[in-house]
């Protein structure tokens, strides 16, 4: 009987021949990541069950990006407290001001992650990291801490389900349109506790960068993680970070799949996920009735140097509507000094968009963008719940890049094939 990759990973990662779904192991994760918002408690619980060293401290990253630059008080106390314990265990990964970015676009880019790797995260969006092979995902707080104790983790081996992509993608369509296509096929329970195995000839076709948002938003179906295949694009993209090599497993011919799902986009045009659900999805072009307040640009999902380019190419030469204020939030400093190199940022300021440092800010309601009562959104991110982005009578539609910036330059929600 074969295995599926997130069985091999696992497998590899226990010492195992042979792991199926439904198993329990324990494990040594190679890399354990939290925030500003997680850490703290993670230190706390370390703390107060008398932890005095870390097994593998080397393995640990802080990554304060939540309310960074720091919004308050509050925020600069969480910060501080994840600053003096990396102080404190010197071996920490610890990303201070200047060099802090948007954690699950950050790791990436600096050669943290290779394929067969095994990832925790206290943040539901650990699952991005699948995009490069590596099964990646989010954890509590204190499984965090229990790392810190103990460098163990433990967890049920996830059944899998395999999507296959095939078809002709319209030249608008991206990976934001394909992931949010799945969600609202299967729902936002459609996967839950199921590892989602991203397969087809539509996914050979696509850029790594394009891949990261698909795996960020496998927990937006319910996912315990999201996965592909490394294959010499990742080989590409991990070249000029890492001299690391990693594990490229595929899964066996012979893999059993709880459920396979066969999705063809030919013909599928860019989508909107309307409020308050990441599975309520229409196609963009439906919604030009829908007025907008705001337009953000950017976070774990679309903040990369990729979707900045195809924002700029839509608003070079045009203006944001007067009624709407434009958000552009590049991930990383790496990612906003290249927008600045490529001249990005002169069309973003010519066109009436504000730039932000890296920053998960609006996303969730943070800051940098907040909502008040009765204003719409259109955002790259990956929720829209209610009160999201800020007052619970606040709106959040859930869209790719292109769909954004054409929506900031026509004031309601437009499809980027509307004003080319």
């Known amino acids: 009987m074969g295995m599926t990759l997130t069985e091999k990973i696992l497998a590899l990662k226990a010492g195992q021949d042979i792991l199926m779904a439904g198993e329990f192991i324990e494990i040594e994760p190679d890399l354990a990541l939290a925030n500003d918002i997680t850490a703290p408690i993670a ?33 600069a106390e969480q910060v501080k407290m994840l600053r003096d314990f990396a102080k404190e265990y010197p071996k920490i990964h610890f990303f201070e001001q200047g060099e802090v970015g948007v954690e699950h676009a950050l790791l990436p880019e600096i050669g943290a992650i290779v394929p067969g790797m095994v990832i925790i995260g206290a943040d539901s969006h650990t699952c991005t990291y699948g ?7 989010g954890t509590g707080s204190t499984d965090i801490a229990g790392f810190y104790l103990t460098g163990k983790a433990w967890l049920r081996v996830p059944p899998s389900i395999k999507v296959v992509f095939k078809g002709t993608m319209d030249k608008w369509v991206s990976g934001k349109d394909l992931i949010l296509l799945l969600i609202g096929k299967i729902s936002v329970s459609g996967a839950q506790y199921k590892a989602l195995e991203f397969t087809g000839p539509v996914i050979d076709e696509l850029s790594v960068e394009a891949r990261l948002t698909m795996a960020n938003m496998a927990i937006e179906a319910g996912g315990k993680n999201g996965i592909f295949t490394p294959d010499k694009k990742v080989a590409e993209y991990l070249r000029e970070r890492t ?8 899964a066996d011919n012979d893999a059993e799949y709880e459920q396979i799902v066969e999705i063809d986009v030919t013909g599928v045009k860019p989508l909107v996920a309307y409020p308050h659900l990441p599975e309520n999805i229409h196609e963009a072009r439906e919604g030009n009735k829908i007025k907008i307040d705001q337009v953000v640009i ?7 140097i990729e979707d900045l380019r195809i924002a700029a190419h839509l608003l070079k030469g045009r203006k944001v509507a007067g009624n709407v204020r434009c958000l552009i939030i590049p991930a990383t400093p790496a990612i906003y000094r ?10 973003f300021l010519d066109a009436g968009a504000v730039i932000s ?16 009562q009765g204003e719409k959104c259109v955002s790259t991110t990956n929720r829209n ?3 999201r982005m800020g007052h619970q009578k606040s709106e959040v539609y859930l869209a790719s890049p292109a769909t954004a910036a054409a929506s900031a330059i026509t004031g309601t929600i437009t499809s980027p094939e509307q004003i080319t």
Do not use: W
């Not at 440092?357 to 008040?372: E, F, K, N, V």
């Open 298 to 304: 950017g976070s774990c999902t679309n903040g990369r």
């Open 131 to 137: 995009a490069l092979g590596a099964f990646s995902t």
């Open 43 to 75: 230190i706390k619980e370390f703390k107060n069950a008398g932890g005095k060293s870390i097994p593998y401290a080397e393995r640990a990253y802080l990554v304060p990006d939540h309310f960074t630059p720091n919004k308050d008080i509050l925020s």
């Open 243 to 250: 001299s690391r090599q990693g594990s490229y497993l595929e």
């Open 338 to 347: 290249q927008a600045l190199d490529e001249g990005l940022f002169t069309i």
């Open 357 to 372: 440092p890296p920053t998960c800010g609006p996303c969730m309601g943070g800051h940098m963008g907040i909502l008040a």
């Open 385 to 387: 719940f209610v009160g």
